[in-house]
């Protein structure tokens, strides 16, 4: 992260921001639930930007701990709590359209290409599984019909004689499966 400073505009325009979609002061010194999360969304925000924790902390007159503590909070909640991500998309489109900022403008082309590597890797593995997949439901498609049988034979048989048809289909899919995986 770089060693700039936040600026009192940028400051004053994401709390503005801020304000605008939640409503709150987040230098307010107050506990509620409302300005904690107004300020775990300026520290996302402002490190979203690449402002270092310590200028982050300065701009809000916080130790720089407090800061990377209620970050890594952020992270951790934002995963799960939807109202959350929600108030942090809003605050940020809004900071960003009144800005006239594009988000990507902070971050790097390195980053930027490492993050397409990374979506890239992620669709060739999921390209296998999903091939991997259908080679698996092709090599069980032929069993269809047997089961289709059992199934309009099961009045037939009494529980030994399906007992034995199960015993002897799970002889056979384990045969199967212990020949692919040698």
Same mark, same amino acid.
């Given at each position: 992260m770089g060693k700039r400073e %936040?600026?009192?505009?940028?400051? *004053?325009? &994401?709390?503005?921001?801020?304000?605008?979609?939640?409503? %709150? $002061?987040?230098?307010?010194?107050?506990r509620k639930r409302e300005l904690i999360n107004g300020r775990m969304i300026y520290y996302a925000l402002l490190r979203d930007m690449n402002y270092s924790w310590t200028s982050i902390a300065r701009s809000v007159e916080k130790n720089h701990a407090t800061i990377i503590s209620a970050y890594r909070t952020f992270e951790d909640l934002v995963s799960h709590d939807r109202e959350l991500q929600a108030d942090y998309d809003m605050? /940020?489109? *809004?900071?960003? @359209? /009144? *800005? *006239?900022?594009h988000p990507f403008q902070y971050v790097s082309r390195m980053r930027l290409l490492d993050d397409a590597i990374d979506l890239e890797n992620q669709n060739k593995k999921l390209t296998l599984q999903v091939n991997e997949l259908m080679i @698996?439901?092709?090599?069980?498609?032929?069993?269809?019909?047997? =089961?289709? &049988?059992?199934?309009?034979?099961?009045? =037939?048989? $009494?529980? @030994?004689?399906?007992? @034995?048809v199960g015993r002897k289909l799970n002889h056979m899919l384990n045969g199967l499966y212990s020949k692919r995986h040698r």
């Open positions: %936040v600026q009192k505009e940028t400051r *004053n325009a &994401v709390c503005e921001s801020i304000s605008k979609v939640l409503g %709150v $002061d987040i230098l307010d010194k107050s605050v /940020k489109a *809004n900071y960003y @359209e /009144k *800005n *006239n900022e @698996e439901k092709q090599r069980y498609e032929k069993y269809f019909p047997v =089961l289709d &049988v059992l199934r309009i034979h099961s009045g =037939l048989l $009494d529980d @030994e004689g399906i007992s @034995e």
